[in-house]
């Protein structure tokens, strides 16, 4: 039913910026929180940052915490990920996903994901 996209990634100098972007489509899409996750070749898939869709409470992981920034559009049911300062271990595939939990940053608490959008740094 629900629908989530990423778009925004690509190849970045350490010390620059992208943006990505999350759409979401499809019936009956009313998430209590959406995030951000990513994986590395070889490595599990782990937490970025998540945002509250009502509220707009964030929280980031400490590896991101004062790079990244996280936010979102109610209206027009897109979700945001501002990275700057990105370094060469940000390299990952990034994917958006969806949770009916107001708190979550566990892979298992997200049921509906994108397909991601692949992030690489360079030194």
């Known amino acids: 039913q629900v629908q989530l996209a990423e778009s925004g990634g690509g190849l970045v100098q350490a010390g620059g910026s992208l943006r990505l972007s999350c759409a979401a489509s499809?019936?009956?899409?009313?998430?209590?929180?959406l995030g951000w996750f990513r994986q590395a070749p070889g490595k599990e898939r782990e937490f970025v940052a998540s945002i509250s869709w009502i509220g707009g409470s964030t929280y980031y992981a400490d590896s991101v915490k004062g790079r990244f920034t996280i936010s979102r559009d109610n209206a027009k049911n897109m979700m945001y990920l501002q990275m700057n300062s990105l370094k060469p271990e940000d390299t990952a595939n990034y994917y958006c996903?969806?949770?009916?939990?107001?708190?979550?940053?566990?892979?298992?608490?997200?049921?509906?994901w994108g397909q991601g959008t692949q992030v690489t740094v360079s030194s």
């Open positions: 996903a969806s949770s009916p939990l107001r708190a979550g940053v566990k892979v298992a608490d997200f049921p509906v």
């Open positions: 499809g019936r009956a899409f009313s998430p209590y929180t």
